[in-house]
């Protein structure tokens, strides 16, 4: 897997700003072209830029994988026009705000708050093809700050039980392990954005963090 350190909008927190999938990776209006590049050479595929609401938080406040984007309703229709202008499905989601911190996804499989209405549960499966599990992380509904997955492995938070970690181990179907980011932020999702080739991880992450990164990412 190829992993950096890095930057997007001069900050470490990569995952609150970049959204990453198996088809491209969405990043907010106006960053650096050296930014861009270096996601493009990391990624290897599309680098989009977006705004959600007016906010450049595209990944606290969406979810996406390669067969769609979930938007909050406080999102602009013009910024779901410029989506779908593209070649993206997009669909909006009611009464949820920031969609990202409660949801996480790969291209088969995904973890929401326990909160999340059925309604909506349902309608984000059936969009994304996905089997969404209701979980939560050392007892946070906040489980997409707290989890990071990809098709090949997923990292959570060290505040997740053991109890929890077992049962989103079981419906991912995949290894994972526990990790910190950044120094220590245990928000893993803050300050990493990875699909199942590559990441990019917060320019503060330690070497200790980046090898239990690397594990959880491929599985290992």
């Not at 106006?30 to 938080?57: D, Y």
């Not at 969609?99 to 969009?127: D, H, M, T, W, Y």
Request: glycine fraction near 10%; hydrophobic fraction near 40%.
């Amino acid at each position: 897997m190829r992993i950096r350190l890095g930057t997007v909008r001069q900050s470490p927190f990569v995952g609150i700003f970049a959204l990453a999938t198996e088809k491209a990776v969405f990043v907010p209006m106006g960053i650096s072209g050296k930014e861009r590049k270096m996601l493009e050479q990391v990624f290897e595929t599309e680098v989009i830029q977006a705004s959600v609401a007016n906010s450049s938080l595209l990944g606290v406040l969406a979810v996406a994988n390669e067969k769609g984007i979930i938007l909050p309703e406080i999102a602009e229709q013009r910024e779901q026009a410029e989506l779908e202008k593209q070649g993206f499905r997009v669909k909006k989601v009611e009464n949820i705000a920031a969609l990202g911190n409660i949801i996480e996804v790969n291209s088969g499989r995904g973890i929401c708050a326990e909160f999340l209405p059925e309604k909506q549960r349902r309608e984000i499966e059936r969009f994304l093809s996905i089997e969404l599990k209701q979980a939560s992380i050392g007892g946070s509904d906040l489980v997409g700050a707290n989890c990071v997955a990809t098709n090949k492995g997923f990292l959570i938070s060290p505040k997740a039980t053991e109890k929890e970690f077992k049962a989103i181990k079981r419906h991912f179907g995949n290894e994972g392990t526990r990790a910190t980011a950044n120094y220590g932020d245990s928000f893993i999702a803050n300050s990493v954005a990875a699909n199942s080739s590559a990441a990019i991880v917060g320019l503060h992450t330690t070497g200790h963090e980046l090898s239990r990164i690397d594990d959880g990412l491929t599985g290992a």
